[in-house]
């Protein structure tokens, strides 16, 4: 890519994209990939503040949290296109669908401390390997392989919900992460003539927001199935009629 202006961090170590660099400023690299994280950190801030409020277990809290923080991590990755800031971004992609194995799994798992401590050291084992190794093709195996083990459970969570509403909340999260995942090879694949198009259409920044809403679905539906399986009587509702998120009535004894 050819840079627009002078490059504040110097010369581009990472996996460079469809974005031209340092267009609209010199210290940010990828502006609209930059930038194009920001509602995937709200959204999962509004997550935090109503697992929170209704009294989730932590797991909901630390989930809502590492979507922050790979938010953030993919912010600082394309602000700078630098090598160890692109591992800030992939290595809390792994930590985030350890994070879902743990929830999906976890209600039937009869050593309750055995795997959040293997699930911790494998977390830490894979960071330093990354760290030193800097896996390429490697990492994407990795996190696919992850998000096939996930995919099992979560099936069986829909099928065995009834209500609409939440099943609706599943949908859009198998709708969003198709979409997500077009805009993603669109800009991979098709970059070259992208790059000669009067407008670029960033599918890799609305990879980034439809991905903060595909987060936001999939944790909303895993705290109704959670609150369902602990019989807090779960609806899912929607502010302003539109905003989905899930309400609980805990029995008074819990």
Sequence with gaps: MEDGLSSFWGPVTSTDWCEKNYVHSSYIAEFFNTISNVPGIL??????????????????????????????GSMIYHATLQRMQQQGDETPMVWEMLLYFYILYSPDWHY????????FFYGVL?????????????????????????IPRAYKYYIYTKDINAKR???????TL?????????????????SHWYLNPQGHALWHILMGFNSYFANTF????????????????????????VKIQKPKSQ
Excluded at 47 to 68: C, T
Excluded at 112 to 119: D, H, I, K, Q, V
Excluded at 126 to 148: E, N, S
Aim: aromatic letters at 16%; one cysteine or more; proline letters at 3%.
């Design 178 to 194: 198709f979409l997500a995942s077009l805009c993603w090879l669109s800009d991979k694949v098709f970059c070259k003539e992208i």
């Design 43 to 72: 959204l999962a801030l509004i997550g935090l503040v109503n697992a929170l409020r209704q009294r989730f277990e932590k797991r909901f809290s630390v989930l809502h949290i590492s979507n922050m923080i790979l938010a953030i």
């Design 169 to 175: 909340l599943a949908k859009l999260y198998v709708a």
């Design 112 to 119: 309750r401390s055995t795997m959040p401590t293997f699930l």
């Design 126 to 150: 894979y960071a330093v390997v990354h760290a030193v190794f800097r896996f390429g093709f490697g990492f994407k195996v990795h996190y696919v392989i992850l998000c096939l083990i996930c």
């Design 222 to 245: 895993l705290m109704f199935c959670r609150a369902q399986q602990r019989e807090w009587d779960p609806k899912v509702v929607h502010f302003l009629g539109v905003f989905p998120y």
